[in-house]
């Protein structure tokens, strides 16, 4: 970020934002009114981000998609219905795909709970379908609100998750011809000073990704993919680790659960499933390290 002269951050512009930056308002107050998924990263982001914009670096929130959504909640909680959002709008577009996206999660935990193996997987791919469904439209109003920004002059940071791999294509087609535009995975270097290569996609991630960049195709893969699925989302981390010596927990776990679920068959999923699918994380860890013979500090 420090390298550039904006600095897009992919999240929906907040009134505090700027007075937090400028540091009329405390950090701690600032991310106090926010549903924070890891408070300790974002208050180091915070600290950054002030520092950035004291070197002169402008930063800017942009994420289109989220700020609709919270528009499409207050219209709702003023009383208003689906029926009444206007056809062929952005809010309406936003409610349809978030809507099946939700039907789809929800019937997930719904089967993850009672449902058969098969019918998990199932539950998982049609999830995963909707997801690559709301993701497009994400990516796409993200772009159309980013490119005047980066049409300027300058060198212009974008941030987004690594699922949001395919904006890269929704930027290129809206720049023009020659536009120096390039994809940088942040953990990469992390993963050379680990002494590996590849990549922190889970399961779940792929699959969507190739729900996302073929909506219209059927995958060999798709059902393994499925099924490691079920098994990485019980063993990887939920909560914000703090407590540790490692600089990189979260990195660290994610590739120790990869390397465990890709190693795993159908025959090994069905039978991991069965055992873990109604246990705690650690319980669920200790069950697969004991199955699988994995040689790993989680």
Request: proline residues 5%; contains cysteine; neutral net charge.
């Amino acid at each position: 970020m420090a390298d550039h002269d904006t600095v897009i951050l992919e999240e929906p512009p907040d009134p505090g934002f700027t007075s937090m930056l400028s540091g009329r308002l405390e950090i701690d107050a600032y991310l106090q009114e926010l549903d924070l998924e890891f408070p300790a990263y974002s208050r180091l982001m915070c600290e950054a981000l002030r520092v950035l914009q004291h070197k002169g670096i402008r930063i800017v929130q942009v994420e289109p998609f989220i700020d609709t959504l919270l528009k499409i909640h207050e219209f709702f909680a003023d009383g208003g219905k689906p029926s009444d959002l206007p056809q062929n709008t952005t809010l309406h577009r936003v409610y349809e795909v978030e809507r099946k996206a939700t039907a789809a999660l929800l019937n997930f935990y719904s089967v993850s709970v009672r449902g058969t193996f098969d019918a998990c997987i199932e539950a998982v791919k049609r999830f995963a379908r909707a997801d690559a469904q709301r993701f497009a439209l994400r990516d796409q109003l993200r772009a159309e609100g980013i490119i005047e920004i980066i049409a300027a002059p300058g060198r212009h940071f974008i941030e987004a998750g690594q699922i949001h791999y395919p904006l890269w294509r929704e930027l290129k087609s809206r720049l023009p011809r020659g536009y120096r535009l390039r994809v940088c995975f942040l953990m990469a270097a992390i993963l050379r000073t680990l002494g590996l290569k590849g990549h922190l996609y889970g399961p779940g991630d792929l699959l969507t990704l190739l729900y996302r960049f073929h909506p219209h195709r059927r995958f060999d893969e798709e059902d393994i993919l499925a099924a490691r699925a079920l098994v990485f989302i019980k063993l990887i981390a939920k909560e914000e680790i703090e407590e540790t010596s490692d600089p990189v927990p979260h990195c660290r776990d994610e590739l120790e659960i990869g390397a465990i679920t890709r190693a795993l068959s159908m025959a090994d999923c069905r039978r991991l499933f069965g055992l873990i699918r109604k246990k705690s994380t650690p319980d669920a860890r200790e069950i697969v390290l004991r199955m699988v013979g994995a040689k790993s500090k989680l």
